[in-house]
């Protein structure tokens, strides 16, 4: 019943920008956190950035200064402005979030999760 549909992600060149949607239903999440994170192949997904209920946000140190995460609790939504994107960036990006406040800077510290969407970043 409950589901994250993001939409957003393509192929791009390095240096370019994309801006990452995140739609929740069948559950309101304004009063916990949501969150991007990355899973590129072979690798372990990690955080990208996430915000509280409060507007507070937290991101990974690689995205620092390039990424944006914001949020329309009214929309049950989540958004990631991603600007000077890197070969590095390329993953499949997910979105997540919870229904109560909480730590929101792991993979398990959240509720439910996107189906994911992929984001190709050409050299």
């Known amino acids: 019943q409950v589901q994250l549909v993001e939409s957003g992600g393509e192929s791009v060149q390095a240096g370019g920008s994309l801006r990452l949607s995140c739609v929740g239903s069948?559950?309101?999440?304004?009063?916990?956190?949501m969150g991007w994170f990355r899973q590129a192949p072979g690798k372990q997904r990690e955080l990208v950035a996430a915000?509280?209920?409060?507007?507070?946000?937290h991101y990974a140190d690689s995205v620092k200064g390039r990424f944006t995460i914001s949020r329309d609790k009214a929309k049950n939504s989540v958004y990631l402005q991603m600007n000077n994107l890197s070969p590095e960036d390329t993953a499949v990006y997910y979105c997540?979030?919870?229904?109560?406040?909480?730590?929101?800077?792991?993979?398990?510290?959240?509720?439910?999760w996107g189906q994911g969407t992929q984001v190709i970043v050409s050299s």
């Open positions: 069948g559950r309101t999440f304004s009063n916990g956190g």
């Open positions: 915000m509280s209920s409060g507007g507070s946000a």
């Open positions: 997540a979030a919870k229904e109560r406040p909480g730590l929101i800077f792991r993979v398990i510290d959240y509720d439910y």
